[in-house]
């Protein structure tokens, strides 16, 4: 019986990045709904956390997330379905609107709830070896978590109807190539290049980095004015901040800005 105090494995990287890895390797780090709980008290502690400036979502073992339990799935309903798609939506769209800089490192297979998992951070790296896809409909099911919506607006409606339909998985290259993941990096070098990443964009204005995540969200499916306009009032509200008057001085006088969030 596995320790359902370990199925979700949190650590720190350099006191700011935030490390949440997937510990069910045996399952393929499949998504129980214990592991869904402790992952959404994870976020919710890391979104009130000032010293977390971001987010790693990684798998152990030879995979990043094979999706939803099927000992669970199994026993689902029209009711606990409801049930269970709107909690796994809200967990991953806390993920997504955390104001955080997150990026899902993927090994091996990325399926089903685990596609979606990765889809709802706001970067995508991934190893050679990486496999994606919507598996579901093999099930008898669709995808529950978001990933219908996600991947057309990632990949594009006709990939998605192609992936969703099928359940055939794509490799690392052609997910690069549709805009899915944003990098290949060989597997000794997945962590430390995630790292990487997110510890270049733990330098920047917070703030700023807040307002880009929200305003893409926000106005992704607004007419272009009125997303215009969400534009317009993050902008100002960043010229009120003291990270500006510091990034402009530091321009100015050729060094490194220092922001602090204010």
Same mark, same amino acid.
């Given at each position: 019986?596995?320790?359902?105090?370990?199925?979700?494995?949190?650590?720190?990287?350099?006191?700011?990045?935030?490390?949440?890895?997937?510990?069910?390797?045996?399952?393929?780090?499949?998504?129980?709904?214990?592991?869904?709980?402790?992952?959404?008290?994870?976020?919710?502690? !890391?979104?009130?956390?000032?010293?977390?400036?971001?987010?790693?979502?990684?798998?152990?073992?030879? !995979?990043?997330?094979?999706?939803?339990?099927?000992?669970?799935?199994?026993?689902?309903?029209?009711?606990?379905?409801?049930?269970?798609?709107?909690?796994?939506?809200?967990?991953?769209?806390?993920?997504?609107?955390?104001?955080?800089?997150?990026?899902?490192?993927?090994?091996?297979? @990325?399926?089903?709830?685990?596609?979606?998992?990765?889809?709802?951070?706001?970067?995508?790296?991934?190893?050679?070896?990486?496999?994606?896809?919507?598996?579901?409909?093999?099930?008898?099911?669709?995808?529950?978590?978001?990933?219908?919506?996600?991947?057309?607006?990632?990949?594009g409606k006709g =990939?998605?109807?192609?992936?969703?339909?099928?359940?055939?998985?794509?490799?690392?290259?052609?997910?690069?190539?549709?805009?899915?993941?944003?990098?290949?990096?060989?597997?000794?070098?997945?962590?430390?290049?995630?790292?990487?990443?997110?510890?270049?964009?733990?330098?920047? !204005?917070?703030? !700023?980095?807040?307002?880009?995540?929200?305003?893409?969200?926000?106005?992704?499916?607004?007419?272009?004015?009125?997303?215009?306009?969400?534009?317009?009032? @993050?902008?100002?509200?960043?010229?009120g901040t003291?990270?500006?008057?510091?990034?402009?001085?530091?321009?100015?006088?050729? =060094?490194?800005?220092?922001?602090?969030?204010?």
């Open positions: 019986m596995e320790n359902q105090n370990d199925i979700l494995k949190i650590t720190h990287i350099n006191n700011e990045i935030l490390h949440l890895t997937l510990n069910r390797p045996s399952a393929l780090n499949a998504l129980s709904a214990e592991v869904l709980e402790k992952l959404h008290q994870a976020l919710i502690s !890391a979104k009130d956390d000032s010293k977390i400036k971001s987010i790693l979502i990684s798998g152990e073992g030879k !995979a990043f997330c094979a999706g939803a339990d099927i000992k669970q799935l199994a026993a689902l309903d029209g009711q606990t379905g409801m049930e269970f798609a709107h909690r796994g939506q809200l967990i991953f769209r806390t993920l997504e609107q955390i104001g955080k800089p997150s990026l899902a490192a993927i090994n091996g297979l @990325a399926l089903g709830g685990g596609c979606e998992l990765a889809m709802s951070a706001t970067m995508r790296i991934a190893t050679e070896t990486a496999s994606f896809g919507q598996p579901e409909v093999k099930l008898g099911v669709i995808p529950g978590f978001g990933g219908t919506q996600r991947l057309a607006r990632l990949v =990939r998605a109807l192609d992936l969703c339909l099928s359940g055939r998985l794509i490799k690392a290259e052609t997910a690069l190539a549709w805009g899915l993941v944003n990098e290949i990096v060989p597997a000794d070098n997945l962590i430390t290049r995630a790292t990487e990443i997110l510890n270049s964009l733990n330098k920047l !204005a917070p703030i !700023a980095l807040k307002s880009v995540m929200s305003v893409i969200d926000e106005g992704y499916d607004l007419p272009l004015d009125q997303a215009m306009q969400v534009e317009a009032k @993050a902008f100002a509200l960043c010229c003291a990270d500006k008057k510091e990034g402009v001085s530091a321009f100015i006088e050729k =060094r490194v800005a220092e922001f602090t969030g204010a």
